[in-house]
């Protein structure tokens, strides 16, 4: 089982929004903090957005802050990424995961190191 899955990925055109989302397999992911990550082809994995599990201290990627929103709904399980201001540099498959309890996103929630759970992407496609 999946234990995690995005979905609101597709293709938009530039200055165009798009709301991710993604929804744990289980409740219990409620009380971890949560990342979105993206990767673009030939570039490694990065950094876009995390929150913690009470749905503060939201902390952005330089290349998105003031375009892009990360929330956490508890009541639906889920957490979203809302990208606003669409770049063509943005296009990217986007991931979502989880720290499991991991305390090093507590020092570096940026580090992909710190995050145990992992969805299978959503692609994201910003055509100019």
């Known amino acids: 089982q999946v234990p995690l899955v995005e979905s609101g990925g597709g293709v938009v055109q530039t200055g165009d929004s798009l709301t991710l989302s993604c929804v744990p397999s289980?409740?219990?992911?409620?009380?971890?903090?949560m990342a979105w990550f993206r990767q673009a082809p030939g570039n490694e994995r990065e950094f876009v957005a995390s929150i913690k599990f009470t749905g503060s201290s939201p902390h952005y990627a330089d290349s998105v802050k003031g375009r892009f929103a990360i929330s956490r709904d508890h009541a639906k399980n889920t957490v979203y990424l809302k990208m606003n201001f669409l770049k063509p540099e943005d296009t990217a498959v986007y991931y979502c995961?989880?720290?499991?309890?991991?305390?090093?996103?507590?020092?570096?929630?940026?580090?992909?190191?710190?995050?145990?759970?992992w969805g299978q992407g959503t692609q994201v496609n910003v055509s100019s």
């Open positions: 289980e409740p219990s992911f409620s009380s971890y903090a």
């Open positions: 995961a989880a720290d499991g309890g991991n305390p090093i996103t507590i020092i570096k929630p940026h580090s992909s190191e710190g995050y145990t759970y």
